[in-house]
Each structure stands twice: as C-alpha cells, then as structure tokens.
C-alpha cells in the first residue's frame, strides 16, 4: 500500500540544522546537523546517553531545542506534524488493564489515519493475538503492539526508540521483517534508534551516528559496503 506524499521529493522529510538542547547548565545535544530523505530507513546509533533519545523528542515536537532548526514534515515541529507521524517511545507502556483488541479500538479512535486493513494485516503478520491482556504479555508481545499501533497507521514518517529493548530473538526478526515489508514501496520513512546494530544493518539507508550529544558521522550504507565496510564496523571504529 502507497503512503501519501506530502513534500517534494527532493525534499528531506527531516532536517536538523545545529541542534542544542540543555538542561540548566548540562549540554545533551551541540550543534547536531544531519538530514533524512523521504522513503529511507536511517539509523541513528551510539552509546547510552548519547542524546539519541533527546533528539527524537524534539523532532516530534514533544520538546524544543535550546538552538538551531528543524524541519520535519517540512515544517517545524508542532501538535500538526505530531499528528503526520508515528512515535515508539523507548520503555513506552501501554494501558496493562486493556486486552489487545481494546486497545486498538481505542487507537483507531485516536488517529484519523488509522487503517482497518492494516491493522488486520499487522495482526496477522506479526501473529498478534488479539484477546491477550497487555499486563499478561511479554516484553517482545508488547513490543510487537506498541510498533503495529504505528503500522496500522498511514503516516509517512515513523519514528522507533530502541524497538526491540528486552525483546527476544523471534520478536526482533518479525519486527525487522515488517520494518523491511513498510519500506518496499519506498514512500515511508523511519527513523530508528537502536543498539541491536546486526538485527538492522541490512535495511539501513544511512547511519547517523551520534555520542556526547553531538554527531561523529553520517554515512551511506552502500558507500560504507563498496568500501569493504559494515555498519558494526564502522561504529566501531568511531566509538571504540
């Protein structure tokens, strides 16, 4: 299924253009630039506490940076872009005292461009059962529905805060399975913090790699691999 297109296509569906963001006198984020075009997967990787998690809150509008712009939807973020994309918080939790299917009645309440017909697929595809009480599940059950109540949306950039944290290896291949399925037409995006770097490499577009809050390198996964490099190793000669 095609995804509405809401920019032009030269156009980056993100732009962060020297991004800080400080806490009293604490710096998380310094001078962060770096760009992400419509219908790509970037991965924005590094250590803990690198700002990663800072960084998404600013691009979904949920906090605004001390310094610099950003573009996001072609626009600055606000409740309206907000509204355009679909945000996994890391450690997000859902209502434990809802069944599956109660809570996706709720969020096909909630979004106007919630999908009926894929959310039916999504339940399928990631074998979602939908009498299972969310307090009952496992960490990888519930990570499987925090990322289909963004799938059976029609919003055209996700963004995922480490997606498969405490989930098991079975989890992770159908999540990445339907991260890969979401891109084959190549109209939506995603941008996905994540540690789990093997579980993801082979779907990155771009690495963004980020520590101490400001942006070591951006690389193109293809130039990265004519050059005999991956991914992990890259990473590791930037942060070891």
């Known amino acids: 299924m095609s995804f509405p297109s809401i920019l032009p296509d030269s156009h980056p569906i993100i732009r962060c253009d020297h991004i800080s963001k400080s806490y009293k006198k604490k710096a998380v984020l310094h001078n962060v630039t770096f760009e992400a075009e419509q219908g790509s997967i970037v991965g924005l990787l590094g250590p803990n506490g690198a700002g990663k998690s800072t960084l998404m809150r600013i691009l979904t509008g949920l906090l605004e940076p001390s310094a610099g712009t950003v573009e996001v939807l072609g626009s600055k973020p606000s409740v309206q872009t907000l509204a355009q994309l679909a945000f996994l918080p890391d450690r997000g939790q859902l209502p434990n005292w809802l069944t599956a299917e109660q809570w996706l009645s709720y969020a096909a309440g909630i979004y106007p461009d919630w999908d009926r017909a894929r959310e039916r697929d999504w339940i399928r595809k990631l074998e979602m059962g939908r009498s299972l009480r969310i307090a009952t599940m496992s960490r990888g059950q519930e990570a499987r529905l925090q990322l289909l109540t963004c799938l059976s949306r029609r919003a055209p950039l996700v963004i995922l805060d480490e997606p498969f944290t405490g989930v098991d290896l079975l989890s992770r291949e159908s999540i990445s399975s339907a991260i890969a399925d979401e891109t084959s037409t190549g109209d939506r995006t995603f941008l996905i913090a994540t540690h789990d770097i ?43």
Not at 214 to 222: A, I, L, P, Q, W
């Open 198 to 240: 093997r579980e993801m490499e082979p779907l990155f577009d771009r690495i963004v790699l980020i520590g101490d809050g400001t942006v070591k390198g951006v690389f193109d996964t293809e130039l990265l691999r004519a050059n005999g490099k991956s991914v992990e190793s890259c990473y590791r000669d930037v942060f070891a």
